[in-house]
């Protein structure tokens, strides 16, 4: 049987590559540094291995771009490609459901801060928040084109707004505490 198996970094690149190949891997890092995201590493160092072992795995077909003096090559996914992005959408997991966040990693260790650094923290996540709400508008603006664009923006708005109701309950206890 073959290995179907595919990492974060390489579910990322190989969806990439199918949604919007065929690609070059610069521009699948430019994608990378435009996602609203933080999961995303758009590093050389990162990005080219990861394409290097989809290519060797035979889930990207690599084809050197004619006439490139830097030896760039256009990605497309291949059929094997799309049956490990297949079997990768299909797996469910702790992941899906319980979201990573290192705001709440990062509560327990407020013990660090005064009281009312710990009110500033609160208010800096706030307004981190309302930043992030804007950023995926503007994204979603210009990338509504996507497949299932509006589900997409529903999960990251609902997302958002529970993040945001948290923070401010947060943000009200710390300031209670402070007091």
């Known amino acids: ?63 050197p771009v004619e006439g490139s003096r830097r030896g760039a090559e256009t990605i497309v996914c291949t059929e094997t490609g799309r049956r490990a992005l297949k079997a990768w959408v299909m797996e469910l997991g702790k992941e899906e459901a319980i979201l990573s966040d290192t705001a709440r990693s990062k509560l327990s260790c407020l013990t660090l801060l005064t009281p009312a650094e710990r009110v500033e ?14 950023v995926l508008d503007a994204f979603y603006a210009r990338h509504g084109d996507v497949p299932f664009a509006d589900l997409l923006q529903d999960n990251f708005t609902s997302t958002l707004a529970s993040r945001h109701a948290w923070a401010e309950r947060t943000r009200r206890a710390l300031a209670d505490q402070a007091d």
């Open 1 to 63: 049987t073959e290995d179907l198996s595919l990492t974060h970094a390489e579910a990322m690149a190989l969806m990439t590559a199918y949604r919007f190949g065929p690609l070059t891997t610069y521009r699948l890092r430019r994608l990378y540094a435009e996602a609203p995201v933080a999961s995303y590493s758009n590093s050389t160092g990162t990005v080219y291995p990861v394409v290097r072992r989809l290519s060797a795995r035979g889930l990207i077909d690599a084809r």
């Open 121 to 134: 923290w609160a208010d800096r996540l706030l307004a981190n928040l309302a930043e992030a709400s804007r």
